[in-house]
């Protein structure tokens, strides 16, 4: 089973959609949890955070699930400019373990 | 403003040769950690460095992978010999300064291209 799993998409959503995405991850002691954003032959960027009793930073709300091992993203109201991969981070004892990722493709 | 920058941005080198690339922190750092990005896959942690030494490392990081901070500053991943396969984005990160949290930024890269 991979550590952090997501699914690719790509999903392509009208500018204004709510879209939402998953992750799951395989280690019950990981304690600390990301989402980041890549945009293209980019460095990750850290977006938020993710906390268990959730956590929402504008149009952006993250949720964790311990007891399942998931965590989402739900990005409301999207923007061209969301246009992206988002990553699903967690840290393993110091270093970041990351998923492959889910490419948002936002259209006019 | 980043908390690291990253030299050069594009390295292209033949294969056999060696590499190396460096990472400039703004700030006084004493954890560092290299990853690298294949084209098209997810990013992979390569090594961790904790106050001058290495403090875990992956399987990726093989005998040709070696990291130093030469002049207690700059950071330095080398690649003595290079394949084919190394051609990827590498990423150095710090975790921010001050702040309790587990995170890690992210300096530019360095894309290396191996002919």
């Known amino acids: 089973r991979k550590e952090v799993e997501q699914d690719p998409g790509p999903f392509n959503v009208p500018e204004g959609a709510t879209v939402a995405f998953n992750c799951t991850y395989s280690?019950?002691?990981?304690?600390?949890f990301f989402w980041y954003r890549q945009d293209c032959r980019k460095e990750p960027k850290l977006l938020m955070s993710?906390?268990?009793s959730g956590n929402e930073d504008g149009r952006f709300t993250a949720q964790l699930n311990r007891a399942s091992q998931y965590i989402s993203l739900l990005i409301r109201d999207s923007k061209l400019s969301d246009s992206a991969t988002y990553l699903c981070?967690?840290?393993?004892?110091?270093?970041?373990?990351f998923g492959q990722g889910t490419t948002l493709q936002v259209k006019p | 403003e980043p908390e690291v920058t990253q030299t050069p941005s594009h390295q292209v080198t033949q294969m056999g040769q060696e590499v190396i690339l460096r990472c400039v922190p703004i700030?006084?750092?004493?954890?560092f950690y290299w990853y690298r990005q294949i084209l098209g896959q997810k990013v992979e942690f390569l090594v961790s460095?904790?106050?001058?030494?290495?403090?875990?490392k992956s399987e990726i990081f093989d005998d040709q992978f070696s990291v130093e901070r030469p002049d207690g500053s700059n950071f330095t991943l080398k690649i003595r010999s290079t394949k084919l396969e190394d051609s990827a984005m590498y990423f150095c990160?710090?975790?921010?300064?001050?702040?309790?949290?587990?995170?890690?930024?992210f300096g530019p890269g360095t894309r290396l291209t191996v002919l």
């Open positions: 981070v967690v840290n393993d004892i110091g270093k970041l373990i």
């Open positions: 460095f904790y106050n001058n030494e290495i403090s875990e």
């Open positions: 700030s006084n750092h004493l954890y």
């Open positions: 990160a710090v975790p921010p300064k001050g702040v309790g949290t587990d995170t890690q930024y």
């Open positions: 993710v906390y268990s």
């Open positions: 280690n019950s002691a990981s304690q600390s």
